[in-house]
C-alpha cells in the first residue's frame, strides 16, 4: 500500500492550496490573486471585505494569467489594458491621458484568455490530428518502401526462373536436334557403307575376270574365238550423298527478350495517400452546457481526491464460466466481461451469468474492451478480424487487420478510438481506429527507429492520452504519448519483472499486474513507481487482470481461480 513516504517520494499528487502553510487540495481557483485554494480558504476569502467578490472557479475552469509585460511609455507600470480605439495595450497611467478619453478599453487579461483558448485548440488539433496523421503517413510510406523491395525482389526471383526455364528449353530442343544430326550420320554411314560393299563385290569380280583373262592368254585355246569370254560386268553406279548443310536461326536480343517477360508500371493514376479528414478525429473543441457541467462534476471529483494511506477490500464474487480471471473490461453499469483462455463471460454486480462467446483469445492477452456505449469490443486473433458486441448482444464484425495478428484492444474514454496492440513475423505496433473502424494512427518506432514493441499484449489509455502497453516479452511497461512518441519504459523494480494487465486511474495513475513479484505496481503519470499497492497482504495469490469502473473501484482477477476482488485505494 502507499504509505505518506511514499507520497512524498512520488510527489504531489493534486494541486496544494496557494494560501501560506496550507498544504490541502487546491481544487478552486481566484481570478483575481491567480493561485489555488482549498475549500476553506476560498470560504475564507469570500468572507474577507477585500476580496469578497472575487472571481473563484475551479481550478480546471481558471483564466490563465496575463504574462508580465511592462509599459514602454511608462516602465514601472504593467500593461494590462487594451484600448479598442487605438487597438494598443495600456498600462494605469496610458489610460489616464486625455489622448484614450471616451475611448471602448477591454480587459486584457480576458483577452489573453480567449486567445489562450485559442491556441490551445491549435495546440491540441497539432497534437490529435496533424502530428499522429502525418506520422501515420510517414509510416505507411515505410510499409511501401518494404512492400516495393519486397516485390521488386519477387520479380527478380521470377524472371530467374523464367531465363532459366527457357535455357532448360534451349538445352532440350538442342539436344533433339543434335540427337537428329546422328540418326542423319547414320543413315549417310550405311547408304556409304552399302556401296562400298558393292565396290568391293565388283573389284574382287573382276579379279576373278583378270585369272581368267591371264589363263586363256597363256596357252593356245580355242576359247579365245568365243566372244562371249569377253563379255564382263560393267562397273555398278553409285550416287554421292547430297551433303547437309547447318542454316543457323535468325534471331537476337530483342527476340531473346520478346520470349521473356517484361516489368513494367501499369499507366493508372497512382492512388493518392488517404488522410483523414480532421472532422474524422475526436479533437474536442466545443462542448455542450449538458458536456460543461459533466467535466466540471468529474473536474471536481477528480480534484477532491487522492491516493488513500490504506486499500480497502470492497468485495469479491466467482465467475461463472471461466477457470481463471485473467483480464477483465467494466462498463458504465458495473456490469463485468471477464475472460480466461478462449472463454468470454459478461456477468451482472452479482456474479450472474449473461452472456458466453468462445473466442481465440489466450489467457495472457488483454483482448477485449468495454465501450463508452456499453458494448464490448473483442478480437479475434485467427481470423484476424475485431468484433463489436452491442448492448442487445448482437456481434458484429467490425475491422479487418489484414495480415497482422490483434492481441489486445483498448476503447478510449476520452474519444471513443479503438487501439490495437498487434504483431506480424518479427514486427509489432501499435495501430488506433476511430469510432467508425476506420485507421487513422500506426505506432511502430520510436526517434531512432528502433521498435517500440516486441509482444504488446495488454493495453490502455491514460487520461493525457498516453498510450500504455504491457509488452510480456519486452518484460516491460512502455508508454508512448498520443502522437506515438515515446516516453518511458517502466520495468520493474530490479527483481525481475513479468507485467500482464494494466489499467490507469482517474488521477492519471498507472496500475500494472507482475507475475514475478506476484504484485500490482503503482506508478505515476510519468512512470515513476510510488508502491506495490496490493501483495499477499490483500489476499492476492497471483494478480493478472486489473481495470477501473467509474466508481473509481480496482478490480482484479488471478491466475488459478475464477475470482475477481474489488478493492478502494483513493479517498
Known sequence: MATSSDEQAAGQHYLVCGIQDCQKNGQFYCNDCHQPMCEQCKDEHRKCPNTKNHDIVLYRQRKHRLPIEKCKLHPTKNVDIFCKECNTPLCLKCFLVKEHKGHEFDDLEEIYAEKYALWQGEFSKIQKYFLPTSEGLKTDIKEDVRE???IMESIRTSMKAEAESLKNLVDEVTSEKIEHTHTMEKSFLQMLKSQEATYDDYITYLGEMSAKFQKYLSTTNQNLLSSEILKFKTIPEASKPVQPVFTAGQFNRDDVAKLLGRVNVPNTEPEKRKIQPMEA???????????????????????TLSLSSSVTKVREYSIPGVYNANHISADKSGRLWVSDWQNLVQTDIQGNMLQEIHTSGYRDEGYHTATQDGGLIYTDKVKKKIYRITTDRKITK??????????????SHINGDILVGMYKDEEAKVTR????????????????????????HYITENINGDICTSDHSKQAVVVVNKSGQHRFSYTGQGSGFRPWGICTDVLGHILVCDTVSKTVHLLNQDGGFLSRILSEQQGIDNPQGVCMDDENNLYVGQDDTNTVTVYKYLQ
Open 148 to 150: 516495393i523491395k519486397k
Open 433 to 456: 481506429y476511430n469510432k467508425a473502424g476506420k485507421e487513422i494512427q500506426n505506432i511502430q518506432r520510436d526517434n531512432q527507429g528502433q521498435e517500440l514493441y516486441s509482444l504488446p
Open 398 to 411: 467490425f475491422i479487418k487487420i489484414g495480415d497482422w495478428t490483434p492481441l489486445s484492444v483498448h476503447s
Open 281 to 303: 478525429v475526436s479533437i474536442p473543441m466545443k462542448f455542450t452546457k449538458k458536456q460543461m457541467e459533466q467535466s466540471k462534476e468529474k473536474s471536481a471529483m477528480k480534484q
